[in-house]
């Protein structure tokens, strides 16, 4: 005899996501938004010494192949 699946109680609130998993991305935002701000204050340092933009290409690559080597995936072009 098979089971007919029952419908959730309705008097129940539904589950909700747990402490842990909320703050393991509030903590990834958070460092997301961190890096992404000191790449960009990194350029903006290297213009305001060299008074040119020469490099900060580089940098944008250096991080990517960084990446790559990481995430284990081929490095983009």
Do not use: C, H
Not at 7 to 36: F, G, L, N, Q, Y
């Amino acid at each position: 005899m098979s089971e007919i699946p029952q419908e959730r109680d309705p008097r129940w609130p539904k589950p909700k996501m747990s402490t842990t998993a909320i703050i393991v991305m509030i903590i990834m935002t958070i460092t997301t938004a961190v890096m992404v701000t000191e790449f960009f204050l990194l350029a903006a340092y290297i213009v305001y010494k060299t008074g040119a933009t020469t490099g900060i290409a580089d940098i944008g690559r250096a991080v990517a192949q960084i990446i790559a080597a990481i995430t284990n995936n081929p490095p983009p072009p």
